[in-house]
């Protein structure tokens, strides 16, 4: 079982950047990959970067593409996401998420962190 617990959210005007981290507790946090998501009113969630166990590899949304970066410190349990740039339509609520076996549903979710972008 693992505990992820996000924070860093908050309201920020459309240009600025936020960082969110997810801290995670339980098993073996470098055993999972590590993914964030969002959702936004009356909206599906939806995908947003994930990162491999080691940090080797990275992936994002075209949304987000050269806005936000992913990243983790295994030695703290923590996985990050730098958002810069930000625009009201990246106001959403913000999830990250651990998953056992690469290309499965991610199998822990947080209890989300709200992100407000104002114009």
């Known amino acids: 079982q693992v505990q992820l617990v996000e924070s860093g959210g908050g309201l920020v005007q459309a240009g600025g950047s936020l960082r969110l981290s997810c801290a995670a507790s339980g098993r073996i946090f470098r055993g999972y990959s590590m993914g964030w998501f969002r959702q936004a009113p009356g909206k599906e969630r939806e995908f947003v970067s994930a990162?491999?166990?080691?940090?080797?590899?990275?992936y994002a949304s075209d949304s987000v593409k050269g806005r936000f970066t992913i990243s983790r410190d295994n030695a703290k349990n923590t996985v990050y996401l730098q958002m810069n740039s930000l625009k009201p339509e990246d106001t959403a609520i913000y999830y990250c998420?651990?998953?056992?076996?690469?290309?499965?549903?991610?199998?822990?979710w947080g209890q989300g962190t709200q992100v407000t972008v104002s114009s």
């Open positions: 998420a651990a998953q056992v076996q690469y290309g499965r549903p991610y199998d822990y």
């Open positions: 990162i491999t166990r080691s940090g080797g590899s990275t």
